[in-house]
């Protein structure tokens, strides 16, 4: 019932035993199953098409973002489950998900509850939480209307889900995107001048479901889920609900 999917940092001595007490908590739920070990030989696309062959219906990483962002981009629209035992750093997913140990996630998988999302598309790729870009040198183009953001604006960004402990909800099943335009430090003076206690209170947010993001002057740099970088212009959508996740109690999201 259950593909795992190795990534090939954990290979590395230093996760010998936590890989060890992994493997016996998937025992001990009843939800042990084929692992497969990341490498030059091994492609993901054949591993998915293998599990649907083989009426398989949770494919999980075992790894961090870059694991699960593979495997993620591999399952949109597909009838089959992920979820992420996270191990070593950079696991954000996992947190967003409600996963804050390598232990803890052996018992969300089996108790399987699982979260239709939506998925951020741009051009042929796709993302789960974010697409940030750290320059206000860009255009979101609308067809009818464009909106730029303000000279002060020093990031621009899109969210599926919100980053932990943002004072802002992005909801991953409305089929809406919350794109935030945030200023840059503001000095007290230029607070207390302005009559704005702080620089939350300059800040833009406005929902989409599909725009264009353009540059004005020269190429801008977006990342992808912290992961990959892409250059403008790109097309992005929303596609709702087309990724199931298995998720924990404390996910961030409703």
């Not at 010998?16 to 497969?36: H, M, P, R, T, Y």
């Not at 980053?163 to 909800?169: E, S």
């Amino acid at each position: 019932m259950y593909y795992y999917i190795y990534d090939t940092f954990i290979n590395q001595k230093k996760y010998e035993n936590s890989l060890q007490k992994i493997e016996q908590s998937l025992v001990d739920a009843g939800i042990s199953g084929k692992i497969f070990r990341l490498n030059v030989l091994k492609n993901l696309e054949d591993i998915a098409n293998q599990a649907e062959n083989d009426n398989i219906k949770n494919i999980i990483a075992v790894g961090n973002d870059q694991t699960m962002s593979k495997i993620a981009n591999l399952l949109v629209g597909k009838n089959l489950a992920t979820g992420i035992i996270p191990i070593g750093e950079h696991n954000n997913f996992a947190r967003s998900f409600g996963i804050n140990s390598s232990q803890e996630a052996c018992n969300i998988l089996s108790k399987r509850k699982i979260e239709q999302i939506d998925v951020g598309k741009i051009n042929n790729q796709y993302f789960l939480l974010s697409l940030k870009s750290l320059t206000n040198d860009i255009i979101f183009d609308f067809g009818d209307y464009s909106i730029s953001p303000k000279k002060n604006n020093k990031s621009c960004d899109i969210y599926n889900i919100n980053p932990m402990g943002a004072d802002f909800k992005s909801n991953p099943k409305d089929g809406i995107m919350e794109a935030v335009f945030s200023p840059g430090q503001q000095s007290w003076l230029a607070r207390f001048l302005s009559g704005k206690k702080n620089e939350i209170d300059n800040r833009s947010i406005f929902p989409i479901k599909k725009v264009l993001i353009r540059h004005s002057k020269k190429s801008v740099l977006l990342s992808i889920d912290g992961q990959k970088n892409i250059k403008t212009p790109v097309e992005v959508e929303v596609l709702k609900r087309k990724l199931k996740i298995i998720v924990g109690k404390e996910k961030i999201f409703n």
